[in-house]
């Protein structure tokens, strides 16, 4: 398990699908490395079974596809369909998140900076509008930082279910979780001090390689 942060996150979502299959990918750092903010029993619970779940269910998912295209019978294609939303974003959002941490938080660089001065006034008015966001997703859902092209502009979404809700063509550059398996057994109900302590673990950094990717 590497110590410290891929230098390339498309490198470190390639172990995301590996030989044909969607993968568990591994962590960019130990489980116990975002402690106390992020304490190791929940992330280890939250990767090694929640996110393994998704994966299952994304591969299941598409085996029947499969299976249904060679038979022709698509009997059960409202249910496959949504199972493959379902596990897909499930699978594709927790591989964003375990990067958008990262020991000790880290800055944007200076075009994901300049970026947000443009889009939302600055760096502080950005998090300030993530984090309440985030806290006002209803039920479980996420917060989430995403590139939209049209405008060539940044903007925060509540994604409250994630098989359901989404801008088509925006590109996540920074995820927060905050389905209860993400946070319940350290902070309890105390969604607000699960993303408090989320905005000091935020990996800039990374959204700033995301950010630069989408720019090339
Ligand atoms: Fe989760």
Sequence with gaps: MPATQPANPAAALSSAFAEG?????????????????????TLELH????????????????EKLAAARKSGD??????????LAFHGSGHVL????WLSMTPGGSKPQADLAAKFVHCF????????QFAAATEAVEGSGWGVLAYEPV????QILQCEK??????????????CDVWEHAYYLKYQNRRADWIAAFMKLANWDFASQRYALIKK
């Design 47 to 62: 990767h090694d079974k929640h996110h393994a779940g998704y994966v299952k269910g994304l591969n299941t998912a598409l």
């Design 151 to 154: 405008a060539d502009c940044l």
């Design 74 to 83: 698509y009997a059960a294609i409202k249910a496959l369909s949504r199972d």
């Design 162 to 175: 994630h098989q359901d809700l989404t801008i088509w063509g925006v590109t996540p550059l920074l995820v």
């Design 21 to 41: 299959k969607y993968a568990l990918p591994e962590l960019p750092y130990a489980k116990n490395a975002l402690e106390p903010l992020y304490d190791a029993q």
């Design 94 to 97: 927790h591989c964003l998140f």
């Design 121 to 128: 006034g600055g760096f502080e008015p950005m998090a300030a």
